[in-house]
Antibody
Framework: EVQLVQSGAEVKKPGESLRISCKGSGYYFTNYWIGWVRQMPGKGLECMGIIYPADSDTRYSPSFQGQVTISADKSITTAYLQWSSLKASDTAMYYC??????????????WGQGTMVTVSS | EIVLTQSPGTLSLSPGERATLSCRASQSVSSSYLAWYQQKPGQAPRLLIY???SRATGIPDRFSGSGSGTDFTLTISRLEPEDFAVYYCQQYGSSTFTFGPGTKVDIK
């Protein structure tokens, strides 16, 4: 079964660092881009960036450039999203998703279950 | 950056009715790069349509997508109880994905 399994919910204080993970299984992890998507409470979906695990080529959406770091370790089929200094406004659900790309289309076809990050003093 | 606008914001319909959801882009989008997702409360989004009109694996044929250029449509031919949810369109361009704000389909 193709799946992405994310790490568990986190509660952090402002200024703390954090790394959350997304482990892929059931497919060739290095053959597909992985994206990270933010959903703030009661709001819509925002793509933060994408990474190609084979060579760690990473593309950030303009709003998130410099705010987070996306990385991957292909040896353990895991992608990461990390913050060096969290803010209350980082409170959100974070999803990872596999990018399906072919001549007929380009979309996120497999999604992780989400990781809830709460930042509060 | 391409901006997607979805209308209406909320669509109130009864089971069995037809739902027509609109997604408009601020500039032309390649049809290959237009997708639709469904999200229910407490769940991750689910891919419905990719390439503007191709149904994803396991998606019932009551869901269909159409459109080109700047105007795209998701149609649900006959609403089932499980179809009441939020629907997002998404496009890929300039090495990034952007989503529309969503249309909520709720029970009338």
């Amino acid at each position: 079964e193709v799946q992405l399994v994310q790490s568990g919910a986190e509660v952090k204080k402002p200024g703390e660092s954090l790394r959350i993970s997304c482990k892929g299984s059931g497919y060739y992890f290095t053959n597909y881009w992985i994206g990270w998507v933010r959903q703030m409470p009661g709001k819509g979906l925002e793509c933060m960036g994408i990474i190609y695990p084979a060579d760690s080529d990473t593309r950030y959406s303009p709003s998130f450039q410099g705010q987070v770091t996306i990385s991957a370790d292909k040896s353990i089929t895991t992608a990461y999203l990390q913050w060096s200094s969290l803010k209350a406004s980082d409170t959100a659900m974070y999803y990872c998703a596999r990018r399906y790309s072919s001549g007929s289309g380009d979309a996120f076809d497999i999604w992780g279950q989400g990781t809830m990050v709460t930042v509060s003093s | 950056e391409i901006v997607l606008t979805q209308s209406p914001g909320t669509l109130s319909l009864s089971p069995g009715e037809r739902a027509t959801l609109s997604c408009r882009a601020s500039q032309s989008v390649s049809s290959s790069y237009l997708a639709w997702y469904q999200q229910k409360p407490g769940q991750a989004p689910r891919l419905l349509i990719y390439g503007a009109s191709s149904r994803a694996t396991g998606i019932p044929d009551r869901f269909s997508g159409s459109g080109s250029g700047t105007d795209f449509t998701l149609t649900i031919s006959r609403l089932e109880p499980e179809d009441f949810a939020v629907y997002y369109c998404q496009q890929y361009g300039s090495s990034t994905f952007t989503f529309g704000p969503g249309t909520k389909v709720d029970i009338k």
